[in-house]
């Protein structure tokens, strides 16, 4: 599939938390002259908090709302955009996402993402109590998938910057 016909030339990088979306997201940007904007920073910045506070004060819903609606307000022309893991939960930030720009989901195996991400609450990723990585995953895919232009898939075992980077510029067609 090749970019979407649209007059924003965005590319919006979607995946699991640790699958990868603001390491390729920097370099993609350099080599594609494109500007980069990480959606989780804009968060941040527009809150004051780190995501792991608005999770604990908010809740995985109150979290999800805000992102929501945050995201469906970015507004920016040829950049880059590494997206939080959630960002699929909000349903009109994605339908913002899909008129500004081609969505690329970096899909990644489980046993990768086990090695990489560590503590679940120390990094930001929104889930209820007691739910593992496998079962955040299995809630995500589906959506991931729904809403990808492209879907890359990462090799099994070590995280190659270079393959998965030549990988999105081939189904880009850059």
């Given at each position: 599939?090749?970019?979407?016909?649209?007059?924003?030339?965005?590319?919006?990088?979607?995946?699991m938390?640790?699958?990868?979306?603001?390491?390729?997201?920097v370099?993609?940007?350099?080599?594609?002259?494109?500007?980069?904007?990480?959606?989780?920073i804009?968060?941040?910045?527009?809150?004051?908090?780190?995501?792991?506070?608005?999770?604990?004060?908010?809740?995985?819903?109150?979290?999800?709302?805000?992102?929501?609606?945050?995201?469906?307000?970015?507004d920016?022309?040829?950049?880059?955009?590494?997206?939080?893991?959630?960002?699929?939960?909000?349903?009109?930030a994605?339908?913002?996402?899909s008129?500004?720009?081609?969505?690329?989901?970096l899909?990644?195996?489980?046993d990768?993402?086990?090695?990489?991400?560590?503590?679940?609450?120390?990094?930001?990723?929104?889930?209820?109590?007691?739910?593992?990585l496998?079962?955040?995953?299995?809630?995500?895919?589906?959506?991931?998938e729904?809403?990808?232009?492209?879907?890359?898939?990462?090799?099994?075992?070590?995280f190659?910057v270079?393959?998965?980077?030549?990988?999105?510029?081939?189904n880009?067609?850059?």
């Open positions: 599939m090749k970019l979407s016909e649209n007059t924003r030339n965005n590319l919006i990088l979607i995946g938390p640790a699958s990868g979306k603001s390491t390729i997201g370099i993609l940007a350099k080599v594609t002259n494109r500007n980069f904007m990480d959606s989780d804009v968060i941040q910045d527009t809150t004051g908090k780190l995501l792991r506070e608005l999770i604990s004060d908010n809740g995985p819903d109150g979290f999800s709302e805000i992102e929501n609606r945050i995201n469906s307000q970015i920016c022309d040829n950049t880059v955009i590494a997206t939080g893991g959630s960002a699929i939960f909000g349903e009109s994605m339908e913002h996402f008129k500004i720009g081609t969505i690329v989901y899909r990644v195996d489980i990768s993402l086990t090695r990489r991400i560590g503590d679940l609450d120390k990094r930001g990723v929104v889930h209820l109590p007691g739910e593992t496998l079962d955040i995953m299995k809630k995500r895919e589906p959506l991931y729904k809403y990808a232009d492209i879907i890359v898939d990462e090799p099994s075992g070590w190659s270079d393959n998965i980077l030549n990988a999105v510029l081939n880009i067609g850059s």
